[in-house]
């Protein structure tokens, strides 16, 4: 009797450790190990590669906006430019070196394609090329009107962008940990309500983004007009999840540009500025660092593991890891 007792911790030893090598070494039928580093490639570049890759998204947008302009006009000779009175009475006439500020507004439509970089979680980079088509009514001063050329414009514009993100999935978990510090670790009811939440797929996200870039002028409303100076734009990007990959979004935006009016004849400029409030709407679609997996007869539909490489089972617009309710 002695002689077993002595034996079965030896015994317990081995086969834990049997197990234990076992467990290690073994791969389910299926490739599903959540216990992985989930590496996207066989090889450390490649790996780093794809890493990046899948921290770049390609955006497509369209929107609707309104715009102010306004022309601060100040000269030797007012009647070098195409200033009409619109009073019923004679012209009082605009006083030499007078400075005035014509005034008016209308609508404008632009469309978008840019780069986006996701750093970290933290912030986004990126830039883009746009084209924008907008009306242009001749602003007025009291009775006075500056006479434009054409009454449409269309702008192209270069620009970069810089984001921080202000709520996403990762925040609202940070959030929801600091919300129920106060719980004790014994309160089963509340701990389970936390990890519930915790668990719940959250698919918003809030970015403050901003922009820089340069004016091009394809079409104006006057021959004289000159883009010289950068515009400046800032916006809130609210952006939801249809998967994985693949996000729509809506963003308003307010731009500011300043671009001058060169008389041909006159050694003088006039200031043109342009206030424009946008509300944009489009699709981002990520690019997926994650290979499709093609293992002949694997029907597994979530994200797996081949041979220690993670692949995706699904299409990229598709949610990877879908729950109930999902499929």
Request: proline content about 4%; glycine content about 10%.
């Amino acid at each position: 009797m002695m002689k077993v007792t002595t034996k079965l911790p030896g015994l317990l030893i081995v086969l834990f450790s049997f197990l234990a090598i076992t467990a290690e070494a073994q791969e389910d039928y299926f490739g599903i190990d959540t216990k992985a580093r989930k590496p996207k490639s066989h090889t450390g570049f490649g790996n780093a590669a794809r890493n990046v890759l899948s921290s770049i998204s390609l955006d497509v947008a369209g929107g609707y906006g309104y715009h102010f302009h306004k022309l601060d006009f100040i000269s030797t000779d007012y009647l070098a430019y195409p200033i009409s009175y619109l009073g019923e009475e004679s012209a009082p006439g605009i006083g030499m070196g007078e400075e005035v500020s014509f005034r008016g507004s209308n609508i404008a439509l632009p469309v978008n394609a840019a780069v986006k970089i996701d750093l970290f979680g933290i912030a986004t980079i990126g830039g883009g090329v746009a084209r924008e088509w907008g009306r242009m009514n001749a602003p007025t001063f009291g009775d006075y009107a500056f006479n434009y050329a054409t009454h449409a414009y269309v702008f192209d514009k270069l620009y970069g962008s810089v984001g921080i993100i202000i709520y996403d999935a990762r925040k609202r978990a940070s959030f929801l940990n600091w919300r129920y510090r106060k719980y004790s670790g014994s309160n089963t009811y509340m701990q389970a309500e936390r990890k519930l939440r915790l668990r719940q797929h959250y698919p918003w996200r809030f970015i403050l983004e901003g922009e820089a870039g340069q004016i091009m002028i394809r079409e104006s409303f006057d021959p004289n007009l000159v883009s010289v100076d950068p515009f400046y734009g800032v916006g809130v990007r609210i952006e939801r999840d249809l998967s994985d990959y693949v996000k729509v979004y809506a963003k308003p935006n307010f731009e500011v540009r300043r671009m001058e009016l060169q008389h041909p004849t006159l050694e003088e400029s006039q200031i043109f500025s342009q206030q424009l409030f946008t509300l944009n709407a489009g699709i981002s679609l990520r690019l997926p660092g994650t290979k499709r997996c093609k293992v002949s007869g694997c029907g597994v539909k979530m994200k797996h593991i081949h041979d220690g490489v993670e692949y995706r089972g699904s299409s990229i617009f598709n949610m990877q890891n879908r729950k109930i309710g999902q499929w």
